[in-house]
């Protein structure tokens, strides 16, 4: 079957730190690979995504490359702000027909200090 | 771009009754919804998939009586939680995919008293 692993949190890190989560998956097919945030009472929200090998998602001054040797979706920030608090989600998706599942990682929550 | 309303975002009910959580695609037509529940400080569980026109999908270990899903249109999928017990407090979270992605509404944050 498909899952994802990310590091547990929480991380917890002052403002202008550099932020990396780490995301690894298993899949039986080709997956497209998502990272989304979740704000406090909020839903998700989709923060960037790749869909083959070697792409790289950006949104936000976060970035996260699909590396297929690694099987790994590392997502990383160079500056983070205090707004960045939030938990992040590491998903994926085989792509195959209407009505395709996300699996979702544990999800690592993210506090970042003034 | 694609959106989806989740109502209500909060609901507190008594135990022993129901309550119903509407999920609304209001800019494009979903013939599948799913819908998530999250424990405090965990990931989410996928329960069920919604389908128009049709029964619902549900999952390993999901009771099909006492979470009840309709999705009687394009737009609305509805989650019922049937007689509801304090373990069912959580936040319930649904999801369409437009086809260039997945949206997900805000979430309801469910607490039975």
């Known amino acids: 079957g498909n899952s994802v692993t990310q590091m547990e949190g929480p991380v917890t890190l002052s403002e202008e730190a550099f932020l990396t989560i780490n995301c690894t998956y298993t899949?039986?097919?080709?997956?497209?690979l998502f990272w989304y945030v979740q704000y406090p009472g909020e839903g998700l929200q989709l923060l960037l995504k790749?869909?083959?090998?070697?792409d790289k998602g950006s949104n936000k001054g976060f970035e996260a490359t699909y590396r297929k040797e690694t099987t790994s979706f590392h997502l990383e920030k160079g500056s983070v702000q205090v707004s960045d608090s939030a938990v992040y989600f590491c998903?994926?998706?085989?792509?195959?027909?209407?009505?395709?599942?996300?699996?979702f990682g544990g999800g690592t929550r993210v506090l970042v200090k003034p | 771009g694609a959106v989806v309303s989740q109502h209500p975002s909060r609901v507190i009910c008594k135990s022993g009754t129901s309550v119903k959580i509407e999920c609304r695609s209001l800019?494009?037509?979903?013939?599948?919804m799913f819908w998530y529940r999250q424990f405090p400080k965990k990931s989410l569980m996928l329960m069920a998939t919604?389908?128009?026109?049709?029964?619902?999908?549900?999952e390993q270990g999901v009771e099909k009586d006492k979470f009840l899903i309709n999705h009687a249109s394009l737009t609305l999928s509805t989650l019922t939680v049937t007689s509801a017990h304090p373990e069912d407090s959580s936040f319930y979270i649904c999801?369409?995919?437009?086809?260039?992605?997945?949206?997900f509404g805000s979430g309801t944050r469910l607490t039975v008293v």
């Open positions: 999801s369409a995919n437009k086809g260039t992605g997945y949206t």
């Open positions: 899949a039986t097919g080709y997956p497209s």
């Open positions: 790749a869909t083959k090998a070697d």
């Open positions: 998903a994926l998706t085989i792509i195959k027909a209407a009505g395709n599942k996300l699996t």
């Open positions: 800019d494009f037509q979903a013939t599948t």
């Open positions: 919604s389908n128009e026109g049709s029964k619902a999908t549900y």
